[in-house]
């Protein structure tokens, strides 16, 4: 017994100091695409705690990676927000081909910002340019045979200082560019490359990497040049630094990709208490004035979930926009989507769905993104056939009682002693009914009333689990108004229940669910289709990088310990 005290007092310290470590959140997953396709099921993505590192999706033919790098991995990174490319140009069939894309990745400083549902956002190509004459005129085949290569590996401050030999060779020059890997480069070395003869007889290609810089486009640049060549000493630096200088990129950026919060700066780790984005913006329906992607606001709420609302419902005409939390007392599901539809209702006809309100709610930090926005569905669209619900709201007489009273009962069918009938002869029939809501300790609530001066409809409340991707929408709430008397009945609401249309087709984003901790959780597979968007063009412009660092006990050790402890107690 001591020692399982001593052990829990022990794992308790622990977790207090842990609660205080700064560290950066990055998800981390990963996937390998099969031939012919085009994403894969990022099914198991973890939150990780680093230090001294960035977020990073990575996205190539064959893997989608979601990860962290090192602050030092990049030699001359001017901003960690960032979208970056390595693109092939090749020569064939006597002509320069359009760029193949090798690589994209996205880079981002703050927390939890490689979020996989912004995966369909991101670009597919930067689109590098080289004129192709000039690329010609120095690399491919000459009148002369090419007859020798440089051979060297150098490290140098200026192009000036090169003295590099050279080789026969009757097969393909290379030149490969390091000047921007941090292994290689020192403070005195600006020019950081290696030249070699191939034996074999290749095309010739230039292979680009690119750098756009989303918080700062006039930053943007080249990073380095690979190439192969069948000119004779083609694999010289100087011809590198040219291609360099005349290689340029447009490409096509949703605006999704440039949210970046203001304040970035570190949160606490906190593992008891839910970071959430905090919030509002409102716009007229149907207008975009409202950029809910400057949202900066990060709020830390114990005992809660995180949501996004939609609110049409509470100034007619206008869309209010609030990022939050919302208590997890007062929810049934921890992942979901809710929306709250009415129907006006008349003889043969269901007028189309009118969306008073748009939720998303789910249970890990900052996972009510500002994307997610973008994504939500915008109507569940609940719809019925008049020739299958018609006889539940109107009949050939008017309307002459209605049931008045409220109950909370486990049985739809125990409240007929408790419900009296009374006059309604000017107006009509209302019941508002809930089935397993949480605000009452009962399975089935509602209030029955007769009503005036409203027109015959109903509101219907559903929730889609995103726990559950197999169950349909539930519908939780039913608002009614019918025109027959005494038809404000529970069997009536469950009779149009099983009547109900909804659309429930939903982008897979918004299944993706982290494991948190020790917990698992499936996602269907989230795919990479490109968005279009304004093209940016961005001129080649090289910066430095500057880093800080944190002199905290490393979070992955300190983890390590918590879960150790935490396994011990069992």
């Not at 090798?102 to 996989?116: A, V």
């Not at 290609?205 to 810089?213: F, H, M, Q």
């Not at 929306?339 to 789910?362: L, R």
Request: net charge negative; proline share 5%; aromatic share 8%.
């Amino acid at each position: 017994m001591f020692t399982k005290c001593a052990l829990f007092f022990a794992f308790i310290y622990l977790l207090s100091c842990f609660t205080s470590v700064f560290a950066l959140q990055c998800y981390k997953c990963h996937c390998f695409i099969q031939e012919n396709q085009s994403s894969c099921n990022l099914s198991t993505c973890l939150i990780e705690y680093v230090e001294n590192s960035y977020c990073e999706i990575r996205v190539s033919s064959n893997e989608l990676e979601v990860d962290h790098n090192p602050n030092s991995a990049l030699q001359e990174l001017f901003s960690e927000h960032y979208i970056r490319a390595t693109e092939t140009i090749v020569h064939r069939n006597g002509d320069w081909q359009p760029a193949s894309v090798i690589q994209i990745s996205y880079g981002c400083d703050w927390n939890l910002c490689n979020d996989p549902r912004i995966i369909s956002f991101l670009p597919t190509s930067l689109n590098f340019k080289i004129d192709s004459t000039f690329l010609t005129n120095l690399l491919t085949p000459d009148t002369e045979p090419l007859s020798t290569c440089y051979s060297c590996s150098k490290c140098i401050d200026s192009l000036d200082n090169l003295n590099c030999s050279t080789e026969s060779c009757t097969g393909t020059c290379f030149i490969e560019d390091h000047i921007d890997d941090a292994s290689v480069n020192t403070d005195d070395c600006k020019f950081a490359f290696e030249t070699s003869c191939v034996s074999d007889v290749l095309d010739s290609s230039v292979e680009v990497t690119g750098t756009y810089y989303i918080s700062d486009q006039s930053q943007s640049s080249v990073n380095t040049i690979d190439i192969y060549c069948r000119r004779t000493n083609c694999n010289n630096p100087r011809i590198a630094e040219q291609i360099r200088g005349n290689t340029s990129f447009t490409t096509t950026i949703n605006d999704i990709m440039t949210f970046r919060p203001s304040n970035i700066s570190v949160l606490p780790l906190n593992i008891t208490n839910l970071q959430c984005y905090h919030c509002d913006c409102q716009q007229l329906v149907n207008e975009t004035t409202c950029n809910i992607l400057q949202c900066n606001a990060v709020e830390v709420v114990n005992g809660s979930y995180c949501e996004i609302l939609r609110d049409f419902a509470e100034i007619p005409g206008t869309e209010n926009i609030h990022l939050g939390h919302v208590g997890a007392r007062d929810v049934k599901y921890s992942h979901y989507i809710r929306a709250v539809e009415t129907i006006q209702i008349e003889p043969g006809m269901w007028h189309g769905s009118t969306v008073e309100k748009i939720s998303y709610v789910c249970d890990w930090n900052l996972c009510n993104n500002p994307v997610i926005v973008n994504i939500l569905p915008n109507s569940f669209s609940f719809s019925a056939l008049p020739s299958e619900v018609d006889h539940l709201f109107f009949g050939t007489e008017p309307v002459q009682k209605c049931y008045v009273c409220s109950l909370c009962v486990n049985n739809s069918v125990s409240w007929e002693e408790d419900c009296e009938s009374t006059n309604c002869t000017s107006g009509i029939c209302h019941i508002d009914e809930h089935w397993n809501d949480l605000e009452y300790p009962c399975e089935y609530a509602f209030t029955s009333s007769c009503e005036k001066n409203v027109n015959t409809n109903v509101q219907i409340t559903g929730t889609y689990d995103l726990n559950d991707g197999d169950k349909d929408v539930e519908i939780n709430e039913m608002d009614l108004y019918c025109s027959i008397t005494n038809c404000n009945l529970p069997t009536i609401t469950e009779e149009l229940k099983t009547h109900i249309r909804k659309n429930s087709q939903l982008d897979p984003s918004l299944f993706f669910r982290p494991e948190i901790l020790l917990t698992t959780s499936i996602s269907p597979p989230i795919t990479a289709t490109p968005v279009t968007a304004t093209p940016i063009t961005a001129t080649p412009i090289t910066a430095p990088i500057t880093s800080s660092s944190v002199t905290t006990m490393p979070t992955s050790a300190m983890y390590a310990i918590l879960l150790t402890v935490m396994i011990t107690l069992k």
